[in-house]
């Protein structure tokens, strides 16, 4: 009698542990998406509605480019132009509230339509710095004297074909120094590649694509003729993502993302008279940014 006791108890235990257990599985309001990946273990609750912001830092590398400068009395341009970003070194300015916004930053708010989607918009602040000294093929035609008021070019007046010029600072500097920025929407989807037994901590693929309009802030000097201009809309830019989100916690987490894309600015300020001077160029990009973000109802 005593030992059926036991067994009807321990019977009755059991069935109580396996109803707590399945409490902490998905009921059929969690609608979990599907994973790229068969990962063993599986999320026990679902991202749809939650909203995210993260904040990083990137290096940005560009491939050459042609810039043609137009204007009254020239018209030329520079063929495979090499250019890098300027990331600030590793430093307190990161830190510091007033000096946060000096390095290459993103930032990036978001909101979940499904559990595995999400769409967003963001702000990717570059910089493009063209190298000088530099010896670039030139074509077309640059005046003894251009823009108005008129501005001497000396000896490098004429018509050119491919000839390699020899570029310094007296004659051309070009940068998006103050930005090169790029507003864009992106449309994202994420696969869980792991997840821990606490259903919180995981690593999850992030792949998206997007685009949205180029807003540089170009500080340019033709034959010591410019100025850091003021923002403005020069053209725009499309790209696509992928990388790895890990989730210390089911709302903290660190990203990794490399980004690939095409801008295409049509009005490019240069010398500061922006409605007879501008410059205009076509460039592939890629930006590879670390973050560190937040999720929230």
Same mark, same amino acid.
């Given at each position: @009698? ?8 321990? !019977?009755?235990? $059991? ?9 902490? @599985?998905?009921? &059929?309001?969690?609608? /979990? ?37 137009? $204007? ?25 509230? &007033? ?26 602040? @570059? ?14 035609? #640059?005046?003894?004297? /251009? ?6 070019? &000396? ?37 869980? #590649? ?12 992030? %792949?998206?694509?997007?685009? $949205? ?8 000097? !033709? ?18 993502? @992928? ?17 690939? &894309? ?7 300020? %240069?010398? $500061?008279?922006?409605? /007879? ?21």
């Amino acid at each position: @009698m005593k030992k059926r006791y036991i067994l009807v108890l321990l !019977l009755f235990v $059991g069935q109580k542990i396996k109803a707590q257990e399945n409490t902490n @599985m998905p009921d &059929g309001d969690v609608v /979990i998406g599907k994973s790229l990946f068969s990962n063993e273990v599986k999320r026990d609750f679902s991202r749809k509605g939650d909203f995210y912001v993260h904040w990083g830092y990137n290096h940005s590398y560009y491939d050459k480019s042609d810039i043609n400068f137009k $204007g009254p009395g020239y018209d030329f341009t520079l063929k495979s132009v090499v250019a890098h970003d300027r990331q600030s070194p590793l430093a307190w300015n990161y830190l510091n509230p &007033g000096l946060i916004t000096e390095p290459q930053y993103n930032l990036r708010v978001g909101y979940f339509i499904k559990d595995n989607y999400s769409v967003s918009i963001g702000w990717d602040h @570059m910089k493009y710095v063209v190298d000088i000294p530099q010896s670039i093929a030139t074509y077309g035609t #640059i005046g003894s004297e /251009i823009s108005t008021p008129s501005v001497p070019t &000396g000896s490098f007046a004429g018509t050119y074909n491919g000839q390699k010029l020899n570029w310094t600072s007296d004659q051309l500097r070009y940068e998006h120094t103050d930005g090169f920025n790029y507003l864009n929407a992106q449309i994202e989807r994420y696969d869980d #590649i792991w997840v821990a037994p606490s259903h919180e901590t995981s690593l999850t693929l992030e %792949t998206g694509i997007g685009g $949205g309009p180029m807003i540089p802030r170009t500080d340019a000097h !033709l034959f010591d003729q410019g100025r850091n201009n003021h923002w403005n809309v020069a053209g725009f830019g499309v790209s696509a993502e @992928m990388g790895l989100k890990f989730y210390v916690s089911k709302h903290l987490y660190f990203q990794n993302t490399t980004k690939v &894309g095409y801008v295409n600015l049509k009005n490019v300020h %240069t010398t $500061g008279r922006d409605n /007879i001077d501008k410059a205009s160029q076509k460039i592939n990009f890629v930006e590879n940014l670390f973050a560190i973000g937040y999720e929230f109802k």
